[in-house]
């Protein structure tokens, strides 16, 4: 072999061998910032992780809101038609919450199957519904309030 093809075939693997350790370090520092969607039959199914950060979403159950007297905590209830997730909120919800509207929030699955959510997003508009939620829902033709999927 030629020793200038030498060298650019031994340049060519050294930087395919360092961006493939780069994408490896950058895949590494980012796995606890990862938040998977998770709709509420996989709840049911026990396919959700404990203690890592999630996502859920789909419609909020009309009659489950329950805010205490005392504190911000808010308890309610999502649900994809098929299962429902109890999740325990303890900040101010969005203006535009509400029951039997789409919601997804982002948070941790307790030991006894309630989310802890510290984020909690709802729909912004007539129209719109999160992906997530939409695909999670794809079964239902709308939520309990009217809001179309």
Same mark, same amino acid.
């Given at each position: 072999?030629?020793?200038? *093809?030498?060298? *650019?075939?031994?340049?060519?693997?050294?930087?395919?061998?360092?961006?493939?350790?780069?994408?490896?370090?950058?895949?590494?520092?980012? /796995?606890?910032?990862?938040?998977?969607?998770?709709?509420?039959?996989?709840?049911?199914?026990?396919?959700? =992780?404990?203690?890592?950060?999630?996502?859920?979403?789909?419609?909020?159950?009309?009659?489950?809101?329950? /805010?205490?007297?005392?504190?911000?905590?808010? /308890?309610?209830?999502?649900? %994809? +038609?098929?299962?429902?997730?109890?999740?325990?909120?303890?900040?101010?919800? =969005? %203006?535009?919450?509400?029951?039997?509207?789409?919601?997804?929030?982002?948070?941790?699955?307790?030991?006894? +199957?309630?989310? /802890?959510?510290?984020?909690?997003?709802?729909?912004? %508009?007539?129209?719109?519904? =999160? =992906?997530?939620?939409?695909?999670?829902?794809?079964?239902?033709?709308?939520?309990?309030?009217?809001?179309?999927?």
């Amino acid at each position: 072999m030629h020793p200038v *093809r030498k060298q *650019r075939l031994i340049l060519v693997v050294v930087l395919v061998a360092l961006s493939s350790a780069a994408v490896g370090f950058v895949t590494y520092a980012m /796995r606890n910032n990862m938040n998977y969607f998770y709709a509420p039959s996989a709840f049911a199914a026990g396919e959700v =992780p404990v203690h890592q950060r999630i996502r859920a979403g789909g419609c909020v159950v009309p009659g489950s809101v329950v /805010r205490a007297s005392d504190s911000l905590d808010v /308890r309610f209830a999502i649900t %994809d +038609g098929e299962a429902d997730v109890n999740v325990v909120f303890d900040k101010i919800l =969005p %203006d535009l919450f509400a029951e039997g509207e789409a919601a997804v929030v982002t948070g941790k699955l307790m030991d006894d +199957g309630t989310v /802890r959510a510290d984020q909690v997003l709802a729909k912004h %508009d007539e129209n719109y519904t =999160p =992906p997530e939620v939409a695909e999670s829902m794809k079964a239902q033709a709308s939520c309990a309030g009217g809001a179309k999927i």
